[in-house]
């Protein structure tokens, strides 16, 4: 005769499994290094002070 079964224990498994699985989707999907979020601000810094020098002064207009 089989050993008895612990459906609470293949329960909790699955739902870690599923949980683990839903992190690696959402690491691959919003994570980025570090190196790729510095780059990203310094070009961002880089347009908005490029839009900034050419902007219209109040007496230009």
Not at 38 to 54: P, Q, T
């Amino acid at each position: 005769m089989p050993d008895p079964v612990n459906l609470n224990r293949f329960k909790k498994a699955r739902q870690r499994a599923e949980k683990k699985r839903q992190s690696d989707e959402n690491a691959v999907k919003f994570g980025r290094s570090k190196a790729e979020r510095l780059l990203d601000a310094a070009r961002s810094e880089k347009a908005r002070r490029m839009l900034d020098r050419h902007q219209l002064g109040e007496d230009e207009i």
